[in-house]
């Protein structure tokens, strides 16, 4: 009975002309000829272990130094204190691939951070291992990658496909030394593209069900064509068949940049971003949410010597989409310093283009223009009251010159206070218009709310500028 259920299921499938994914027979011709390119890393540094016995004060140090043996126990504590304590070596143990026949070897940068020694072994047949000592080319934190090279010639290496043609639900086979089992061998598909787990600031991972584990990290994520399609970097801790990798066309990129110059060259553009919702879109004209909102532009920068102004949505660069605001900082961030790029924005119901040539990302620029995703703020009939910020309070709120509206108070489960908005923003612009008084702000809304069933908000608080947007009830 159950086989004429199946039988009958095939013959329903078959004449549906719907394509049926081959389940591989094996992988064995696969692992064996992407194998030998895999490689185990282990990484040793030297620690300053905790300080000895009695490194603070305790309660009984008064009743010890009042008693007949005060001197005695004055001399042993101040000898504990002065104590160094022992240092010691930590180890750590990961995956790398080779991708040259001259021993460059691609791993995760958190398997190499601060290893004083990195060892690379490569073989897998106990008897035919051999070990090298490897140097740290270079390494970028924000994407997790550090590339190695030993020295060495005629060796197996891996070459990188598209991540980008990769489909979900598409065979994956992955290879490593979890718990410093060497040349493990697993395989799954992929589960979801473009995952952003917030361990960086260009998070695009892909996900796999393959079994990947601590000590896989840096090792390749392969198509059935053999070639590197992710590494893989990351776990959801007690997860089970959920697994990320770094996207090989991010990867490769990065890789070049290190081999070439031992550092990552990023483009930069000088502005603060967040993303753009419904309610947001529907309060500037937009037909549907995507792009980046610039919620401020830093002076002396790209962007405010190519005319980006706050409120701007950028929607593309170079012709190409941009869907969020981590988008952007990847899109912007793969253009190199000096380049010209051209951003076009939503402003005042209509699209314009933008010419602007790309800084250099440093590190106080990214954290100065990183995505705010903060609060906001509305006015006394969305449940929060205003008056104009004087000159005495503009220094204390952040501003440099008295301007906008103070926020006094805000209601509990009104619209402004389910928005985020806290007393003591200040409301500087209303759907692209400055405000200076109560009833301005409410002319605004009883137009252009009126007529777009949302405004936006363009705020400060403490000098950090961001929008929200709150939608207008119609009468």
Do not use: C
Not at 159 to 186: E, M, R
Not at 317 to 339: F, Y
Request: charged content about 20%; aromatic content about 6%; hydrophobic content about 40%.
């Amino acid at each position: 009975m159950i086989r004429k259920f199946f039988l009958a299921l095939l013959v329903v499938i078959l004449a549906s002309g719907q394509a049926v994914a081959a389940v591989p027979d094996n992988f064995r011709d696969l692992v064996k000829n992407a194998g030998p390119a895999v490689v185990n890393i282990n990484t040793e540094r030297v620690v300053q272990n905790a300080p000895g016995p009695f490194p603070f004060p305790s309660p009984f140090d008064e009743f010890f130094r009042n008693s007949p043996y005060g001197d005695l126990f004055d001399r042993f504590h101040n000898q504990q204190r002065g104590r160094q304590a022992p240092r010691s070596k930590q180890r750590s143990l990961g995956s790398g691939f080779l991708i040259s026949s001259d021993g460059y070897i691609v791993t995760n940068y958190h398997v190499i951070n601060g290893a004083e020694t990195i060892n690379v072994t490569r073989g897998g047949d106990r008897d035919k291992e051999q070990t090298f000592k490897a140097e740290l080319i270079g390494g970028d934190k924000d994407t997790d990658l550090a590339l190695l090279k030993i020295k060495a010639s005629g060796l197996p290496f891996l070459k990188f496909g598209d991540s980008d043609a990769v489909q979900v639900g598409d065979w994956l086979l992955a290879i490593g030394n979890p718990f410093g089992l060497d040349h493990t061998v697993t395989a799954g598909i992929l589960s979801a593209k473009g995952r952003n787990i917030r361990s960086g600031p260009f998070d695009s991972f892909l996900q796999t069900d393959a079994s990947i584990n601590p000590g896989n990290s840096g090792g390749p994520l392969l198509n059935m064509s053999g070639e590197v399609i992710g590494i893989n970097a990351a776990i959801i801790a007690n997860g089970q068949g959920i697994g990320f990798a770094i996207p090989s066309n991010m990867a490769k990129t990065i890789i070049e940049d290190l081999r070439k110059d031992r550092k990552v060259s990023r483009g930069w553009i000088g502005v603060t971003i967040q993303n753009l919702d419904e309610a947001s879109a529907k309060a500037l004209g937009l037909e549907k949410a995507g792009g980046a909102l610039v919620g401020d532009v830093l002076p002396d920068n790209p962007a405010a010597k190519a005319g980006v102004l706050p409120g701007d949505v950028i929607t593309l660069v170079n012709g190409t989409a941009v869907t969020s605001s981590d988008d952007l900082l990847r899109t912007i961030a793969a253009i190199k310093p000096g380049e010209k790029a051209t951003l076009t924005v939503w402003r005042n119901g209509a699209t314009k283009n933008l010419s602007i040539t790309l800084a250099e990302r440093s590190a106080a620029e990214s954290a100065a223009g990183k995505k705010t995703e903060k609060e906001s703020a509305s006015a006394e009939t969305l449940g929060m009251a205003l008056q104009p910020v004087t000159a005495d309070e503009a220094p204390r709120l952040g501003l440099d010159k008295a301007r906008g509206l103070l926020v006094t108070s805000v209601a509990p489960e009104s619209p402004a206070d389910n928005a985020g908005i806290r007393r003591g923003d200040v409301v500087l612009a209303v759907s692209g218009t400055e405000v200076s008084s109560v009833k301005q702000f409410g002319d605004i809304l009883d137009n252009l709310g009126q007529k777009r069933g949302a405004v936006m908000l363009y705020l400060s608080r403490q000098g950090q500028k961001f929008f929200r947007t709150l939608e207008v009830t119609k009468k």
